[in-house]
């Protein structure tokens, strides 16, 4: 059978030739289709598979005080990441740092899920790691599987001052945050982000721009060693903010204001910086950094003098006597008084059914619109407002800023209440509100609310004759002016007059303000504000002048009595920490 | 001893030998590159690996050699026999990788029976097809050849091994139609699974059912044969949809997945995309041995024996796979050539059967890799790795030596 012959058709023998020719031609066209003609684009294809970017975190910038003195600095932290696919037994590992480091390991699992962004790359298992804990976990190295130790800039604090509101804080991005963020080009999870005050504020100056360091990984996105012909992108430093605060005066208020609950702000009126800005009590800044337990975050929150409240662009405050100024603008203006004209106080005065008093139950006698701002005689205001419109109070209101914000850069800044007749009949209809509330209005009282930064804008158009500057932190900032006021230069000169008066004259409510300093003139008004929450809030709104050097104050001391006895002295401590420096400049001089 | 060798070698067809020359040494270069960067213990690298192989595989090749053709013709079935047996004794092992292919008789490697299977079936397949060539025009005869390739298939295909199982299949019909076997035949044998595989696309079904028609007017079959043979078909592609839906859900991923690997990106689509950014970025000229990024970085699956394309593309570039599919093509040519010129019926069927095993592998591993047809680990003969399969190929490259007459030419 081995022998039966081979009788092949020669068309079958060219049928399998030309199918193996056929089949191998398209073999070598597919070929060519891909290295040839597809090559630029597998190209492209193979060094993206090879080359992993990782973006190198750039250090934000320094926030200094205007003589270039650190308020906020970045410090090296170690972190402790984990990469989830080498870690094998996560239990083990944390229960390993935990003995270690301290921290619960519920906390470290948090943390890790919460950091998580896939399985090659290093998720956050906890921060500030101290030196011991490092080298307690270097020496357990050998139990572990997948964590390592990161160099991470944190930030840190002047430990002289607190002014947590101003500086505000920075918070790390977490995979919630980011994907309610818009802008998530440039930020990713476990970066720092600016979350309040001037971090929030100048973000994007403090950011800088992250650098790129090109890793050569493998196909499990292990990487195997640097990639040679790209070079890394450096990250860009963010800049450093100066701002206006004067340190050494911020430094010395908060001292002052230590044993109070309420505000100072010193700012300079011909410009609009702020040198000092004290809102106590406050929080030190670093809780938002570090590992804040959950009750040391209840404590603050729930505390009930509320130091998260930043009560100088937040705090809602009646003006009491402070705002007296605006009703004898508003009569001067409208030559509805004369300069000598006396109104007499008999320490009450009954309109209609109503008995208002005067804060010297003995009363004042006759006196002057001089005599009344500086000794602060509310019998005269009670009467000499009635000749003038509520529209017109208002009107006068809002030129010096009450009512709407200040444009302060810091975030989420209040607009306060200013009760026009629109918001009265909503309030009280037409028919529920008298002129009684006018009378009211005069002295700071009933619906008006400010906030203490828009007092501050109030004083310093008085300064300045309102030719003052929004009030701002950024040094670097070209001042903006305010709204334009087009008033008598007679009216300016007369008020400035008045409060000069209010701090000099023998029986000025001011007294304690003035520091007595020869060449240095101090202008202010107190204000003792009834609060039906509690005891009366004390006032002091003034400025110095020294030259053409000048300087405002506003202190608010909640519940703190009397403006003049205990506002006022707190404003001398301010003028006398500012010009005393001049005083010895002048001395060396002769 | 030299001198026998010499008086079996002396008037072997001399290109098939170049060309099985050539083919291995690119195999050694490319596993040589992929071994630069696995580290470990020297002797234990792909390379080396498969230097040592190379010498069962030489010794193989020069057993056939010297083995008579009777003996071959004579024992086949014997061969045939035990063959069925072996590749049974994997299931009685415990599985490697999730698989019966292998068996581990205590060796440092495993054998896998399943490669020889491929050429003793073939031999067999001829020998059944020279025994009977006379009654090779009716259709019944056609069917026991089927059986001999069909029942090693089905238990390869339980391993499982799809591969192999459709390597055994893929002989019959060339060898077949190579013994004269009528073309409508054939097509009687194929139709019921193009049936089934044109069902689900309403436009290739109706050109198919055209297509089926023509060919019935034309070869004109008897009326009852014809109309059955017609509407069976076409009731068999009605049906299957139905067949399809009753499956369940993962069983139709998985076959979907077979034909069309994009759905499953993470699966076999990963690795076609892998292979196919190898090879494009690899151009015209290659990166250079040993700087293959894909390969070195792992991207590549399998790169040593079912993607050792892969690295030739990257690292040789196009010039290379070129000349590698020409010298494949010549050396198919050749057996071809060999098979029409043998004096006898046997060694020329047997010389186109392995000439189609070859043809499948280069073509499944080839077009695998560049993504034409489903990932189907089939290795690529000389050049990939792995014991079983070189020995095998040297085998069969013994067998074309052996089976071509001294004759031609």
């Not at chain 1, 973000?203 to 640097?226: C, I, W």
């Not at chain 1, 006018?438 to 300064?463: E, R, S, W």
């Not at chain 2, 009852?224 to 139905?242: C, E, H």
């Amino acid at each position: 059978m081995l022998k039966s012959k081979n009788l092949v058709p020669r068309s079958r023998f060219l049928v399998a030739n030309s199918l193996i020719i056929i089949v191998f031609s398209i073999l070598l066209i597919r070929f060519f289709h891909i290295q040839v003609y597809g090559y630029d684009k597998y190209k492209k294809r193979a060094d993206v598979n090879r080359i992993r970017a990782i973006p190198t975190v750039a250090p934000r910038g320094m926030i200094l005080d205007r003589y270039g003195q650190t308020l906020v600095d970045n410090y090296p932290t170690y972190i402790l990441t984990g990469l989830p696919n080498e870690m094998g037994n996560e239990n083990w590992n944390f229960s390993v740092i935990s003995n270690c480091t301290s921290i619960d390991t519920s906390i470290l699992m948090d943390n890790f899920d919460r950091y998580f962004r896939g399985r090659f790359i290093p998720s956050r298992i906890t921060k500030d790691l101290t030196f011991d804990q490092l080298s307690c976990i270097e020496e357990h190295k050998h139990e572990l599987t997948g964590i390592n130790y990161i160099q991470f800039p944190e930030r840190s604090f002047s430990l002289d001052v607190n002014m947590s509101h101003v500086l505000g804080y920075v918070k790390e991005i977490d995979r919630l945050l980011l994907s309610n963020m818009d802008d998530t080009e440039q930020y990713d999870v476990g970066d720092l982000i600016g979350w309040q005050g001037i971090e929030k504020q100048y973000e994007n100056q403090l950011r800088g721009e992250k650098g790129l360091s090109f890793l050569q990984v493998d196909a499990f996105g292990r990487e195997v060693g640097v990639v040679k012909d790209i070079n890394d992108i450096k990250p860009i430093p963010g800049k450093d903010v100066f701002t206006t605060i004067d340190l050494g005066l911020q430094k010395t208020l908060e001292k002052a204001m230590s044993n109070y609950i309420g505000i100072a702000l010193v700012t300079d009126p011909a410009t609009g910086q702020i040198l000092a800005f004290v809102s106590f009590p406050d929080f030190s800044p670093d809780i938002f950094t570090g590992n804040t337990t959950l009750r040391e975050w209840r404590e603050i929150v729930n505390n009930p003098t509320k130091p998260l409240l930043n009560r100088i662009t937040n705090g809602l405050y009646p003006p009491g006597s402070t705002l007296k100024m605006i009703t004898a603008i508003a009569l001067m203006e409208g030559l509805m008084i004369e300069q000598n004209e006396e109104f007499e106080c008999a320490g009450i005065y009954q309109f209609g059914d109503r008995v208002f008093k005067c804060w010297k139950v003995s009363g004042h006698g006759k006196v002057n619109l001089d005599q009344a701002i500086s000794q602060s005689c509310n019998i005269f205001f009670y009467q000499a407002v009635q000749r003038i419109s509520l529209n017109r109070f208002i009107n006068l209101c809002q030129n010096f800023g009450f009512g709407s914000k200040t444009g302060i850069d810091l975030p989420n800044e209040l607009a306060g209440l200013l009760p026009t007749r629109d918001y009265m009949n909503r309030r009280y209809t037409s028919r529920g509100w008298s002129r009684g509330h006018l009378l009211n209005l005069a002295l700071g009282q009933g619906d008006l609310l400010a906030t203490p930064i828009q007092l501050a804008v109030y004083i310093n158009k008085i300064a300045t004759k309102g030719k003052t500057f929004k009030p701002h932190f950024l040094l670097s900032k070209v001042p903006e002016p305010t709204n334009s006021m087009n008033l008598n230069e007679q009216t300016w000169i007369h008020i400035q007059d008045y409060l000069f008066h209010a701090v000099t004259d023998k029986y000025g409510t001011g007294s304690a303000a003035d520091p007595k300093i020869n060449g240095i003139n101090v202008y202010g008004k107190t204000g003792t504000a009834q609060n039906p929450h509690g005891g009366d809030h004390a006032w002091f709104v003034g400025y110095a002048k020294d030259g053409n050097q000048m300087a405002s104050t506003i202190i608010l001391l909640e519940n703190g009595g009397s403006g003049g006895k205990n506002a006022a002295p707190i404003a001398r401590i301010a003028f006398e920490h500012l010009f005393k420096k001049n005083i010895i400049n002048r001395l060396a001089v002769k | 001893m030299f001198k026998a060798v010499y008086n079996q070698t002396s008037d072997m067809p001399i290109s098939i030998i170049i060309f099985t020359i050539m083919l291995t040494c690119l195999g050694l270069i490319s596993l040589f590159s992929i071994s630069m960067n696995q580290f470990g213990d020297l002797a234990i690298t792909t390379f080396t690996k498969q230097v040592l192989f190379l010498i069962p595989s030489l010794v193989g090749f020069l057993t056939i050699i010297f083995i008579p053709k009777y003996i071959i013709h004579k024992y086949i079935y014997a061969a045939y026999s035990l063959m069925l047996i072996f590749i049974f004794v994997p299931f009685l092992f415990d599985t490697i990788a999730g698989t019966h292919r292998w068996i581990n008789i205590g060796l440092p490697v495993g054998v896998q029976p399943s490669e020889f299977a491929k050429w003793i079936m073939v031999v067999a397949l001829a020998r059944y097809l020279s025994d009977h060539n006379l009654r090779i025009k009716r259709f019944t005869t056609l069917l026991f050849p089927i059986f001999i390739a069909l029942v090693p298939a089905i238990i390869i295909l339980q391993q499982p091994d799809l591969g192999t199982a459709i390597i055994l299949l893929m002989p019959i019909f060339p060898m077949l139609y190579w013994v004269g076997a009528r073309p409508f035949h054939l097509f009687i044998l194929v139709a019921p699974v193009l049936s089934i595989a044109f069902a689900f696309h309403t436009i290739s079904f109706t050109a198919w059912a055209i297509l089926m028609g023509s060919v019935l007017y034309l070869t004109k079959p008897r009326l009852f044969f014809g109309v059955m043979f017609y509407f069976g078909n076409i009731f068999l592609g009605l049906l299957s949809p139905f067949l399809w839906n009753s499956l369940r859900p993962y069983q139709q991923k998985r076959i979907l997945t077979l034909f069309n690997p994009e759905l499953d990106p993470l699966g076999a689509a990963y690795q076609t995309i892998q292979s196919k950014v190898a090879i494009g970025s690899g151009g015209f000229f290659g990166k250079g041995l040993g700087s293959g990024t894909q390969t070195h970085l792992k991207f590549l699956p399998v790169q040593e024996s079912d993607f050792i394309v892969s690295v030739i593309g990257e690292e040789f570039g196009f010039i290379t796979i070129s000349i590698m599919l020409i010298i494949f093509s010549l050396f198919l040519l050749k057996i071809v050539k060999l098979a029409f010129f043998a004096k006898e019926r046997f060694p020329g069927l047997v010389l186109i059967g392995i000439g189609t095993i070859f043809m499948a592998h280069i073509f499944v591993n080839t077009a695998m890799s560049t993504g034409m047809i489903p990932v189907k680990g089939l290795p690529l003969p000389f050049i990939s790795a792995g014991g079983s399969f070189l020995l095998s190929c040297f085998i069969m490259l013994g067998l074309i030596i052996k089976m071509s007459d001294e004759s031609i030419e």
